[in-house]
Each structure stands twice: as C-alpha cells, then as structure tokens.
Nanobody
Framework: QGQLVESGGGSVQAGGSLRLSCAAS????????MAWFRQAPGKEREGVAT????????IYADSVKGRFTISQDNPKNTVYLQMNALKPEDTAMYYC???????????????????WGQGTQVTVSS
C-alpha cells in the first residue's frame, strides 16, 4: 500500500504564487506516474498536471499551461506543483494522485489513478 500527503495550500491574491507538495510513502514503486487534480465546488474534477517519475515527462491541462509547473524530488519521494500567476478560477481543492503505468504515454491527466491524497485547499481572491 502507499500513501500520499499533500501540503502547501492556502489563500493568496490573484497574481500570486503557491507551491504544493505531495509526499509519497509506503510502496512507492507502485507510483511511477504522479498527478495533481483539482475540484471546485459544483464542478467536475480536473486533471491539472502529470509527471512520469521514470523519465520526467510532463503533461499539463490547457488551463494551467505556462503558469503551473509539476516537478519531482525522487530521493524525497515528493512531487511539487508550483503555481504562478494564480487566478480566482484556480480556487479549488487540490489532490495528489498516483498510479503505476507500464508505458510513459499512459501517464496523463485522463488516466486512471489508484492512490489519492486527502487534498489541500487553494483559494485565490481577486
């Protein structure tokens, strides 16, 4: 089994920045594809970004391209989401997720993830 714990959420004004962290523990060999999702009240969950930890390839949702960066620190089993130029529409609960994929091309926001964190709230005010 594996566990994911997010941290780093908070409140910020539009145009500001936040960095989210996701620490993985347990059977981390079953987590070679890491992702960030978000869900705002009354909206469907959205895949924000993924990273294939085996090679570092990343995919971003169009809504965050150029503003958000997903990265990894393998020795620490931690994945980060650097969020810049935040907008009020970025307000949501952000979740870290993970899965094992056999091929890097399967590591994408629309894929299946079987490990989930508890979420961290991000609130952006105008």
């Amino acid at each position: 089994q594996g566990q994911l714990v997010e941290s780093g959420g908070g409140s910020v004004q539009a145009g500001g920045s936040l960095r989210l962290s996701c620490a993985a523990s347990g059977y981390t060999r079953s987590m070679n594809c890491m992702a960030w999702f978000r869900q705002a009240p009354g909206k469907e969950r959205e895949g924000v970004a993924t990273i294939y930890t085996g090679g570092g390839s990343t995919i971003y949702a169009d809504s965050v391209k150029g503003r958000f960066t997903i990265s990894q620190d393998n020795p620490k089993n931690t994945v980060y989401l650097q969020m810049n130029a935040l907008k009020p529409e970025d307000t949501a609960m952000y979740y870290c997720a993970a899965v094992f994929v056999g091929v890097s091309t399967y590591c994408r926001p629309l894929g299946y993830f079987n490990y989930w964190g508890q979420g961290t709230q991000v609130t952006v005010s105008s």
